[in-house]
Every structure is written in structure tokens, then in C-alpha cells.
């Protein structure tokens, strides 16, 4: 399969930076996450949560902010990574959060072991950022473990900027799916979804059917379409696992990463410290 590029005019880049300015300004809520770390799951059973409680179904669920309008008690929601982290070297992450007073943030993580080593598959699978080995990519700077660890960090720290904040975690997510998107959608404004709406999503959302999904890119995004439906490794929802990393972590790489986390992360996510080095 080959990849089609779209190649936007300096006019097209203007017109998408205003546009992306324009909804960040606009949202009530931000779902925010590194790259990786499970988004998009929670963002479609939100989604489908959603249209299960108002009887509106979407070409695309995953555009939470299609949700918003008057006749719905429904905030504007923008999910989005916070200004491409994952091309940054630790230092040249924004540390300013100021834009998200008066917000809610909800905020996701997932064990940085996980998140490394899928973001070495989505940099050398789905996208041509990186060429080079797993054990090169542990090590480098831009995009690393410091970087996610960095960006972890920095919303630890600036957790009391938005009106509201709220940490869900993948491995949370995986454990009590229907429990942990009930507390997200109350988190959000949106309480009294039913019982039959939340397990409809969550079953919808099962990871076979999201890899259905994709391989047939039934919502005609990018967002979750594989870059080769032959290759399970191009695929957004890749494995899906808590814990893959150690099939591609070991020996003294993943001593380093350990370390990093052990000596540099936030006790704020004291779950993924405490490993040993």
C-alpha cells in the first residue's frame, strides 16, 4: 500500500493553524494525552456512549466536538496532544498551560514503557519520523522516554491551572472500562447516561472490533485506518496490551528507561515508579 501525502499551500497551513486556534479557544473541555497512550479508545467510547444517549448518530463518533450543540447539555470537547510533544526534545516543551484556565482537562496517561515502545512502531510503521532501531529510540532525546516523561511532568505540575482536572489512566481504563468512561463523561458534564448506553460503547469498543474497524477505516479517518492492513504493526490499535513493552524491552535499555522514570517522573504518577534498575 502507498501512503498518500496531502500537501497543503502556506494559505492551507494558515487557514489549519487558525482553525486549530480557533477550537482550542472555543473548547470547554480538553481531553488531553502524549501520543499513545490510548486516546483514541476513550475518545470513541465517549463517542459512542454519547450517540447511545441522544439517538444521534455520527459519520465520525471520534469528533467529539460534534456533539456540542444547543439542544444537548453537551460541552465542546477538542481531544488533541497538547502542541506535539512527541517532536520535542524535553526542554522545548511549552511549559505554559495559562491558555487552559477556566478549562476542564481531562488528562490520559499510560506506563511509559508502553507508550516508548508503541511510539517507536507509530514513528517507523504508520509514520516515516524515524529510521533507525528500537535501541536508538530509547536513547534519543527528541521524542524519547525524557519526553514523555517531561510532558507527564509538566501537567503534574500545572494540574491547578485549568477550572478542573481529571487523570484517567490506561491501565484504569483497562481494568473497569464501563466504571472509568462513567467517571469521565461525569467528569466532563455529562452525568446520566444510561446503564444499556455505557455497555453498548464498551462493547463496541472492544479491541476486535476497533481493529475491524480500522482495517476497513470504517469512519474514513486516518485517525484509525491502518497504514497496511496486512501488517499488524501499522495498525493504531496495535496490540492493546498493559505490559507489551517487555516484549521488545530488555537488558540494559530497559534498564535506562527504568531509571529515567525512577529518577526524573512526578510522584504524582507513583503507579509506574518503584521499578527496579
Known amino acids: 500500500m502507498t501512503a498518500i501525502t496531502r500537501r497543503r499551500t502556506a494559505v492551507g497551513r494558515a487557514i489549519q493553524t487558525g482553525r ?6 472555543r473548547a470547554d473541555a480538553h481531553l488531553i494525552s502524549y501520543p499513545k497512550c490510548g486516546r483514541t479508545w476513550l475518545v470513541l467510547l465517549l463517542g459512542k456512549a454519547l450517540e447511545g444517549h441522544y439517538g444521534h448518530r455520527l459519520r465520525n463518533p471520534m469528533k467529539l466536538r460534534r456533539f456540542a450543540r444547543p439542544w444537548r447539555s453537551v460541552p465542546y470537547i477538542l481531544q488533541h496532544h497538547d502542541g506535539g510533544p512527541e517532536f520535542c526534545c524535553p526542554e522545548e516543551i511549552d511549559p505554559d498551560k495559562s491558555s487552559y484556565t477556566g478549562r476542564k482537562v481531562l488528562f490520559m496517561v499510560r506506563d511509559p514503557r508502553d ?50 482536572f481529571h487523570l484517567v489512566t490506561y491501565e484504569d481504563l483497562q481494568q473497569d472500562t464501563a466504571g472509568e468512561l462513567r467517571r469521565a463523561l461525569a467528569f466532563l458534564g455529562i452525568p446520566g447516561i444510561s446503564d444499556e448506553a455505557i455497555q453498548s460503547a464498551v462493547a463496541f469498543c472492544d479491541f476486535s472490533n476497533m481493529r475491524r ?65
Request: cysteine-free; hydrophobic content about 35%; proline content about 2%.
Open 20 to 25: 486549530r486556534q480557533w477550537r482550542k479557544w
Open 115 to 164: 507508550v516508548l515502545v508503541s511510539s517507536y512502531f507509530q514513528n517507523t510503521r504508520r509514520n516515516a519520523n524515524f529510521s533507525g532501531s528500537l535501541e536508538e529510540f530509547v536513547h534519543q532525546r527528541r521524542g524519547g522516554i525524557e519526553t514523555i516523561v517531561a510532558f507527564y511532568n509538566l501537567w503534574a505540575a500545572n494540574r491547578g491551572t485549568p477550572a478542573d
Open 213 to 277: 474497524l480500522e482495517a476497513r477505516n470504517a469512519f474514513g479517518t486516518s485517525r484509525l485506518a491502518a497504514r497496511d492492513a496486512s501488517d499488524p504493526e501499522t495498525f493504531k490499535t496495535r496490540k492493546g496490551e498493559v505490559g507489551g513493552y517487555r516484549e521488545y524491552l530488555q537488558g540494559e535499555d530497559l534498564a535506562y528507561v527504568e531509571r529515567v522514570i525512577n529518577e526524573q517522573l512526578d510522584p504524582f504518577y507513583q503507579r509506574y515508579l518503584g521499578y527496579s534498575q
